[in-house]
């Protein structure tokens, strides 16, 4: 399939499953207003994007590891959020459009944001078709190369 097909029906895949992942109405709480606000911001979607390339150049279907997928641009938007925060770089536009804090109020964007990285790990670990151990350590892994030695780290030493 040429790249660009690859991309175009790729990004429809990943966008089709975020809106299944994170439906409007949660039943508990409006935060999905805020959620969705940041998700579907725009972008390019380039790490899942990555990581279903990664698949098919392994000779495995790409969309089969949606999941996962969704997951690393779950936590990519989470920390796109919270670097917009006024106490991080107090950005008022990200996109063109007014960042999230703007929209609905530091404390919401920063529950916004939570949901985001909880969601991640939620979805990420609903994958199936993958070895038990190989998704423990691939979610282990993903963690902590969001955590204090590596995204979090990063954001503090910025």
């Known amino acids: 399939m040429p790249v660009k097909e690859f991309i175009e029906k790729s990004r429809e895949l990943i966008e089709k499953e975020l809106d299944n992942m994170v439906p409007l109405e949660t039943g508990v709480s409006d935060i999905n207003d805020a959620v969705r606000y940041s998700l579907f911001a725009g972008g390019e979607r380039v790490r899942p994007l990555l990581l279903m390339a990664a698949a098919e150049a392994m000779g495995k279907k790409g969309e089969k590891f949606l999941p996962v997928a969704c997951g690393l641009e779950m936590i990519h938007t989470y920390s796109l ?5 006024p106490a991080m770089d ?11 804090h703007k929209v609905y109020g530091e404390a919401k964007a920063i529950l916004a944001g939570d949901a985001l990285v909880t969601k991640a790990f939620e979805v990420m670990l609903e994958q199936t078709g ?19 030695q590596g995204m979090i780290g990063g954001q503090v030493i910025d």
């Open 130 to 148: 993958v070895a038990a151990e190989v998704l423990v350590k691939t979610v282990r892994d993903i963690a902590f190369y969001s955590g204090d």
């Open 81 to 85: 959020v919270h670097d917009d925060l």
């Open 90 to 100: 107090d950005d008022d536009y990200r996109r063109g459009r007014l960042t999230n």
